[in-house]
Each structure stands twice: as C-alpha cells, then as structure tokens.
C-alpha cells in the first residue's frame, strides 16, 4: 500500500471514529434529556426548564432590570445580513484559530458561568468534560461551585479562569497563582461589575446560595445562606468598587499567563487597555445581568475593534445562538466568540452530554454558514460578508 492510501485510510478512520463519536454522545445527550432529540440550541433551553429548580432557572435566564439589553443580545444578530460568495471551493473548510500560541479547532469558547451546581450536580466538572469531549476551551469562574483545581483535574482540554480582584492584594496573588500552578492558559479578569445590578428577577426569585470554594474566607461569598444572589450583598466582600488603571498594572505584573479584561464597551477603555499591556479584551455587557440598556455586544463590536487596530485579540460574548452568529462575529472583527447561556441549558438538560452537544450543534452550524458564504478558512471571514 502506498504512503498516500495508507494516509487516506487513516483518515477515513479518523473520521468514522468521529462520527461514531459523535453519534454516541448525541445518543447520551438524547437519552439525558429525556429521549429528546436537539436539533439546534434552542431545543435545550425547555428541556433545560423542565429540569432545573424554578430557582435555578431564574438564576440562568435572569438579567438586570427589565432585561432589555438580554433581548438586545440576541436581537441584534437577526438583524445583521450576510453577503455570500459563490463558486467558491469549499470542499475543505479550516476553522482553526491561533490565540496566544495555543490552536484551537475552532473559535468558539465557554464564557465564565458561575454556581454551576445550582444547573447540574455536577456543576463545573461535568462542564469542563463536556467541552473537552467537543475540543473546546472553558473558562472558569472564580465564583465556580468546584475547586479551581478540581476542575483542572477533569480537563482533557486547556482551561482559562475568570477572576474578580480583591482589595486583598494578598489574596489576588495567591488566586493567580493558584491557576497557574494549575495549568490554567490564561486570566480573564471581569471589569464591568463595581457592584452587583437591579438583578429583580433573581431577588424575586431568591435564589439560594451554594458554596463558592474559591472565595471560602470571605464572609457572604456563598457560605451565608440567608443571602440569595439577588441581594445587593451578597457578593460585596468580594467586589473591589475602588479598582482602577493602577490595578490593572499591578495585576498583569504579576501574571505569568496571558491577562485579558472582560466586560469592555467603550472605545475609549479598548485604547486604554493596549496603553496598559494586557493581552486581550472580551467586549462584553455580562449577559445583559449588570446593567440595563446597554448595547447590544454585536453592535459595540465594531468600534472596539476599529479602535483597538489588530493591537490585540477582541472577543465577543452574549447573544449568540447560530451558528451565523458565530460568523457574523468573526466578520466584524472578533478573534474568537464565547457562549454562555446556550452551554448551561445544555448542561441542565443533559449533562456534560449536554455540554458537548451544544457545542458540536454550533460547530456545524458554523462550517455550514462557512461553506454557504463562500469561506475556507477562519483568515477568509472578514467585512466583506455583511451585507450593507
């Protein structure tokens, strides 16, 4: 047999195994759920409901106010059209991407979600599984049911880690530390939350506390169970209202891994960023849970990136649902996209299962938009797709 045949018949096996994989775990995600086949990611979100406690499916869906800016999120992306190529060969499809030195096979992430456990008994281990199961990379809440490191334990695939800086420096810095000494990839520190929003929704609810392991010294931090995640104080020991620039620098002195910041918007904070060094932004409005009436992420995109320049990577999270989205992401600028929402209905209706599947759901949907609008590769994606 010649090297070429025995390249193709490998191949062949690699991706009958895949299939085979595939149809396994959507078989496992199937019978998790229920015996209830989803097809796109909107089918997770009732069985997700029917699930979950009332409580805990208020934490998910809620948003701050009278959630416009969560209705924005999804809306935004409806609204914004695609301008196809033909005749274009499409027949092999690349959709990796480079982000600080490391490849991934595609440029969708998993956005920080905190208190898993109150979606999933397992919480972030089953999470962390299901995205290694799909090749993808999670980020960690530090506000996460689980150990930092017990996550880490379970993961066959990179992990990033959410932080919220302390006023204890000491604190911080063993955080940090923690992570990297855990083989963590890179820092995400959240910068659009001073204080907790008019989360009405979840007060109403009153969602009930569960341990917040990372944060286990300090007072209300998940250990106060008279406290519930709608109150104004239940994560004010752990919030730095007084953080600015100055922490900024001090944070990305220490880190010895790639330090981005999460919950940018203004133009004006993207150019302040690159004067500070960081190494990346999430233009994000944290799930439209903080503040009400900001913009859609997909609409602030734009000016971010306009402004940043290529100086760095810029992410985008909230609203994204299709695999379009993901598409329409990349084409106004963004290195990679993060989903929260539609992973955590996918893991309160099935699991880990659950988990990958949402994530292989989008992955296709993504190579199909790919395929239909004439683009190969990920580098291929750019303006010229939206149609103005």
Same mark, same amino acid.
């Given at each position: 047999?010649?090297?070429?045949?025995?390249?193709?018949?490998?191949?062949?096996?690699?991706?009958?195994?895949?299939?085979?994989?595939?149809?396994?775990?959507?078989?496992?995600?199937?019978?998790?759920?229920?015996?209830?086949?989803?097809?796109?990611?909107?089918?997770?979100?009732?069985?997700?409901?029917?699930?979950?406690?009332?409580?805990?499916?208020?934490?998910? &869906?809620?948003?701050?106010?009278?959630?416009? %800016?969560?209705?924005? @999120?999804? /809306? #935004?992306?409806?609204?914004?059209? +695609?301008? =196809?190529?033909?005749?274009?060969?499409?027949?092999?499809?690349?959709?990796?991407?480079?982000?600080?030195?490391?490849?991934?096979?595609?440029?969708?992430?998993?956005?920080?979600?905190?208190?898993?456990?109150?979606?999933?008994?397992?919480?972030?281990?089953?999470?962390?599984?299901?995205?290694?199961?799909?090749?993808?990379?999670?980020?960690?809440?530090?506000?996460?049911?689980?150990?930092?490191?017990?996550?880490?334990?379970?993961?066959?695939?990179?992990?990033?880690?959410?932080?919220?800086?302390?006023?204890?420096?000491?604190?911080?810095?063993?955080?940090?530390?923690?992570?990297?000494?855990?083989?963590?990839?890179?820092? &995400?520190?959240?910068?659009?939350?001073?204080? %907790?929003?008019?989360? @009405?929704? /979840? #007060?109403?609810?009153?969602?009930? +506390?569960? =341990?917040?392991?990372?944060?286990?010294?300090?007072?209300?931090?998940?250990?106060?169970?008279?406290?519930?995640?709608?109150?104004?104080?239940?994560?004010?020991?752990?919030?730095?209202?007084?953080?600015?620039?100055?922490?900024?620098?001090?944070?990305?002195?220490?880190?010895?891994?790639?330090?981005?910041?999460?919950?940018?918007?203004?133009?004006?904070?993207?150019?302040?960023?690159?004067?500070?060094?960081?190494?990346?932004?999430?233009?994000?409005?944290?799930?439209?849970?903080?503040?009400?009436?900001?913009?859609?992420?997909?609409?602030?995109?734009?000016?971010?990136?306009?402004?940043?320049?290529?100086?760095?990577?810029?992410?985008?999270?909230?609203?994204?649902?299709?695999?379009?989205?993901?598409?329409?992401?990349?084409?106004?600028?963004?290195?990679?996209?993060?989903?929260?929402?539609?992973?955590?209905?996918?893991?309160?209706?099935?699991?880990?299962?659950?988990?990958?599947?949402?994530?292989?759901?989008?992955?296709?949907?993504?190579?199909?938009?790919?395929?239909?609008?004439?683009?190969?590769?990920?580098?291929?994606?750019?303006?010229?797709?939206?149609?103005?």
């Amino acid at each position: 047999m010649s090297q070429d045949s025995k390249a193709d018949s490998k191949t062949d096996l690699q991706v009958k195994a895949a299939e085979v994989s595939a149809t396994g775990l959507a078989n496992a995600a199937e019978s998790a759920a229920g015996g209830t086949e989803c097809i796109c990611l909107a089918d997770f979100e009732p069985l997700a409901k029917a699930k979950m406690a009332a409580q805990s499916w208020e934490y998910v &869906c809620a948003g701050a106010g009278d959630e416009i %800016t969560v209705r924005w @999120n999804e /809306e #935004a992306y409806r609204r914004i059209r +695609l301008k =196809p190529r033909i005749l274009v060969d499409v027949s092999k499809l690349d959709t990796r991407v480079n982000l600080f030195g490391q490849e991934h096979a595609f440029p969708i992430l998993l956005a920080p979600v905190a208190a898993q456990k109150l979606m999933h008994p397992e919480g972030e281990l089953a999470s962390a599984r299901g995205a290694s199961a799909a090749g993808a990379t999670m980020v960690v809440s530090s506000f996460a049911n689980t150990r930092l490191e017990d996550v880490a334990a379970v993961a066959q695939n990179p992990l990033w880690f959410q932080l919220y800086a302390q006023t204890d420096h000491g604190f911080t810095r063993e955080l940090v530390q923690r992570a990297e000494a855990a083989g963590y990839r890179a820092l &995400c520190l959240t910068v659009d939350t001073a204080t %907790t929003g008019a989360r @009405n929704r /979840e #007060a109403r609810a009153a969602v009930k +506390l569960l =341990p917040i392991p990372n944060f286990a010294k300090f007072a209300g931090a998940g250990n106060d169970v008279s406290l519930h995640t709608g109150s104004q104080n239940v994560f004010k020991s752990v919030l730095d209202a007084s953080m600015s620039w100055k922490e900024i620098e001090w944070l990305r002195s220490i880190a010895k891994i790639p330090f981005l910041l999460k919950g940018v918007l203004n133009p004006d904070d993207a150019e302040l960023a690159v004067k500070h060094g960081v190494a990346g932004i999430i233009v994000s409005n944290h799930g439209g849970r903080n503040l009400d009436t900001l913009p859609a992420t997909i609409d602030a995109l734009p000016q971010v990136v306009e402004k940043i320049a290529g100086r760095m990577p810029v992410f985008v999270d909230g609203g994204i649902r299709r695999g379009t989205d993901v598409l329409k992401a990349l084409a106004l600028g963004a290195s990679a996209v993060f989903i929260g929402r539609p992973y955590i209905y996918g893991l309160g209706a099935a699991g880990e299962a659950g988990v990958t599947q949402v994530i292989r759901i989008l992955r296709r949907e993504f190579q199909m938009a790919m395929a239909l609008t004439g683009r190969s590769n990920v580098a291929s994606i750019d303006r010229s797709l939206i149609w103005t």
